[in-house]
Antibody
């Protein structure tokens, strides 16, 4: 069974940093396309970033230069390093798996909540 | 690429046919998906590649379209279908979602 479990969220002051983790089981993160998607309170979905099996990554414009997606193949974990956090980064952050043959996010974690506030 | 869904919300009844449209600000290829999200839950992939049903998705759901105009149709709405639906393009970076369409019980 495929599982994605996010952790690392919390309350952080503007300008601070957080690292989110997504522990994967039932598949290998290095073999699939792994994404981060967020949802601000009461708002819609926002795609943030993808990392491909070869290591190439892409970001949405609002997080470029502040967020970094990465993975640890030895622990089968996806990460999102978030720096220079802003109030508008407050959201539930989901990791999501695209097996590559669908070109759509098949499996999702339940999310971890990030609140940026002083 | 901006994706604009219409309507933003709709009130409908069990058994009704529901159509949600998604218009892209520029033409995209078949890298297009639809998701369903229920309150407090993660999104669920319904359709990918414009019209291919994801595994386990009932056949009352269908997708169509090309270029800038895409459609999700639910042929006969069931009680478990009341939810918010999102379109997504995975053709041009940054990938984007539509703003969502909330389907409510009349």
């Amino acid at each position: 069974e495929i599982q994605l479990v996010e952790s690392g969220g919390g309350l952080i002051q503007p300008g601070g940093s957080l690292r989110l983790s997504c522990a994967a089981s039932g598949f290998t993160v290095s073999s699939d396309y792994m994404n981060w998607v967020r949802q601000a309170p009461g708002k819609g979905l926002e795609w943030i970033s993808v990392i491909y099996s070869g290591g190439t990554s892409y970001y949405t414009d609002s997080v470029k230069g502040r967020f970094t997606i990465s993975r640890d193949d030895s622990t089968n974990t996806l990460y999102l390093q978030m720096n220079s956090l802003r109030a508008e980064d407050t959201a539930v952050y989901h990791c999501a798996r695209d097996p590559g043959v669908t070109n759509g996010m098949v499996d999702w974690g339940q999310g971890t909540t990030v609140t940026v506030s002083s | 690429i901006q994706l604009t869904q219409s309507p933003s919300s709709l009130s409908t009844s069990v058994g009704d046919r529901v159509t949600i449209t998604c218009r892209a600000s520029q033409g995209i290829d078949s890298s297009f998906a639809w998701y369903q999200q229920k309150p407090g839950k993660a999104p669920k992939l319904l359709i990918y590649g414009v019209s291919t049903l994801a595994s386990g998705v009932p056949s009352r759901f269908s997708g169509s379209g090309s270029g800038t105009d895409f459609t999700l149709t639910i042929s006969s709405l069931q009680p478990e279908d009341f939810a918010t639906y999102y379109c997504q393009q995975l053709n041009i970076y940054p990938w984007t979602f539509g703003q969502g369409t909330r389907v409510e019980i009349k």
